[in-house]
Nanobody
Framework: QVHLVESGGGSVQPGGSLQLSCVASGWGLTNWHIGWWRQAPGKEREEVSCISKSDGTTYYADSLKGRFTVSRDNAKNTAYLQMSTLKPEDTGVYFC??????????????????WGKGTQVTVSS
């Protein structure tokens, strides 16, 4: 079992940057592919990015390529999502989770995957 906690959210102006962290406890990050998701008010949750557990394979939603960067430090049991050139439409709650699959074309999760509780990101002038 793994427990995930996100942090790093906040309020920024358009064009600003934030780095989110996802800290794992329990079995540790090494055993898991990690996905990032977000949910805007009144909208369904959407995938953002993922990073594989070992070979560094990453995936980004098309609309986010070039602005977001996912990384991980297994020694610190932490995954990161660096977000740059933020836009108001990036506003939402950002979640990390374990995912059973992370490829360059997408990611997949099951009911058995673990989720954090999310961190709020607000982009507004």
């Amino acid at each position: 079992q793994v427990h995930l906690v996100e942090s790093g959210g906040g309020s920024v102006q358009p064009g600003g940057s934030l780095q989110l962290s996802c800290v794992a406890s329990g079995w540790g990050l090494t055993n898991w592919h990690i996905g990032w998701w977000r949910q805007a008010p009144g909208k369904e949750r959407e995938e953002v990015s993922c990073i594989s557990k070992s070979d560094g394979t990453t995936y980004y939603a098309d609309s986010l390529k070039g602005r977001f960067t996912v990384s991980r430090d297994n020694a610190k049991n932490t995954a990161y999502l660096q977000m740059s050139t933020l836009k108001p439409e990036d506003t939402g709650v950002y979640f990390c989770s374990t995912v059973y699959q992370c490829t360059t074309r997408g990611m997949g999760f099951t009911p058995h995957d673990y989720w954090g509780k999310g961190t709020q990101v607000t982009v507004s002038s």
